[in-house]
């Protein structure tokens, strides 16, 4: 298995975790890298992460160029098998498919840290839904 290069680097890495993520994204572990297609080597990735029993774990733009049917799919997977205790940042401007997820949410806006709240604390103060929140303040 390519993998065992991931194993030797990283001690927390959890051999059996990869090998029920791969059942559950229907990857072929005997398939080369340079093989896979785009989306494989995306979900090929996100197992590799998720194997990993880090504290914390951060994705860019982990359903960005994917269908409506595969985020859900991506957005499960990652919630689903990541460390109970650990931290886990998601950078996307997806914001309506992640949001019922999200705990706290952080826009930054020309590399600064625009605006910094709790969730229901941000519905609630606006009156609206954290996607609106973030269409508002990223409206050409």
């Known amino acids: ?15 059996a975790v990869l090998e029920d993520l791969f ?3 229907k990857l072929d572990p005997t ?7 785009k989306g494989m080597r995306e979900k090929f990735q996100l197992a590799l992460c ?6 914390i ?11 409506p049917a595969s985020r859900d799919s991506i957005l499960d997977t ?6 109970n205790d650990a931290l886990l940042i998601i950078a996307t401007h997806l914001i309506a498919d992640i949001e019922p997820v999200l705990d706290e949410v952080v826009f ?13 604390d941000l519905r609630e103060e ?5 996607n609106d929140v973030f269409r508002e303040v990223f409206k050409w």
């Open 78 to 83: 990652i919630l689903g098998n990541y460390a």
């Open 23 to 25: 059942l559950k994204l």
């Open 57 to 67: 774990y951060i994705f860019d733009e982990p359903i960005a160029g994917v269908d």
């Open 108 to 120: 930054l806006k020309e590399g600064q840290i625009h605006l910094h709240r709790n969730c229901d």
């Open 126 to 130: 606006y009156n609206a839904s954290v």
């Open 1 to 15: 298995m390519q993998t065992k290069l991931y194993k030797d680097i990283y001690p927390d890495f959890d051999m």
């Open 31 to 37: 398939m080369p890298v340079s093989k896979m297609s």
């Open 50 to 55: 998720l194997s990993r029993k880090a504290d």
